[in-house]
Nanobody
Framework: QAQFVESGGDLVQPGGSLTLSCAGA????????MTWHRQAPGKAREWIAT???????FYADSVKGRFAVSRDEGKNTMYLQLNDLTPEDTATYYC???????WGQGTQVTVLS
């Protein structure tokens, strides 16, 4: 099964920025469609971004214009740049290979209110 490890979460002030990483652990971040999701406390997990192997990206309206997904094939790592953070962005962030059902441990982002 595809396995990835998320990291980079932290405690930040509103308006701050973070870069999250999704490293392939025996799986490639370039071989298939990759997605980012997040789960806020007490809420369902939601999709926020997709990265296609060719480089095309799509974003949920809630993060469009503030978040950006990218990939470093040499490092087998996908990134999610988070900008202009608000308390509503507080959540555990996960990456996943499209079509799989496994989830990593996620990385916690907390934006102070």
């Amino acid at each position: 099964q595809a396995q990835f490890v998320e990291s980079g979460g932290d405690l930040v002030q509103p308006g701050g920025s973070l870069t999250l990483s999704c490293a392939g652990a025996g799986s490639s971040v370039s071989a298939d469609i990759m997605t980012w999701h997040r789960q806020a406390p007490g809420k369902a997990r939601e999709w926020i971004a997709t990265l296609f192997p060719g480089g095309a990206t799509f974003y949920a309206d809630s993060v469009k214009g503030r978040f950006a997904v990218s990939r470093d094939e040499g490092k087998n790592t996908m990134y999610l740049q988070l900008n202009d953070l608000t308390p509503e962005d507080t959540a555990t962030y996960y990456c996943q290979q499209h079509g799989t059902t496994t989830w990593g441990q996620g990385t916690q982002v907390t934006v102070l209110s």
